[in-house]
């Protein structure tokens, strides 16, 4: 059985490579993109199962890497907002775009492992 295919997007190197690791070492195939176009391009051409989406993007609103993926036939299993502002607009609006839910960062590591396994 194939492992399940995790994207994770940000723009912090220093965060994708510790998300990286942490999830490889808990069995998952994980991808990284730092930006929009990279995050698209990454997502249509290997569907992930899991997206990690961190809102705030060089090239934009991360919103905008779940929007393009899911015009694209490549919509991920389950995204996850990841944001260091806690508001309830910002909330909605991940709700609304089809995001499980919106964590708010630092995001605890047990917890996000936990809720990622879930799945």
């Known amino acids: ?11 912090s190197a220093a965060v994708t490579s510790a998300l990286k690791l942490l999830f490889q070492e808990s069995g998952f195939r994980v991808t990284t993109a730092g930006a929009i176009e990279e995050a698209v391009r990454v997502g249509t051409s290997d569907r992930a199962d899991i997206l990690l989406l961190d809102l705030t993007l060089p090239d934009g609103d991360g919103l905008m890497v779940l929007e393009q993926l899911r015009a694209e036939g490549a919509e991920p299993g389950a995204t ?22 919106m964590l708010l960062k630092p995001v605890p590591i047990r917890e996000l492992l936990a809720l990622v396994r879930s799945l």
């Open 80 to 101: 996850f907002a990841l944001t260091g502002h806690d508001d309830d607009e910002i909330r909605a609006r991940c709700l609304a775009a089809g995001c499980r839910e």
């Open 1 to 11: 059985m194939q492992p399940r295919h995790l994207l994770i997007v940000d723009d």
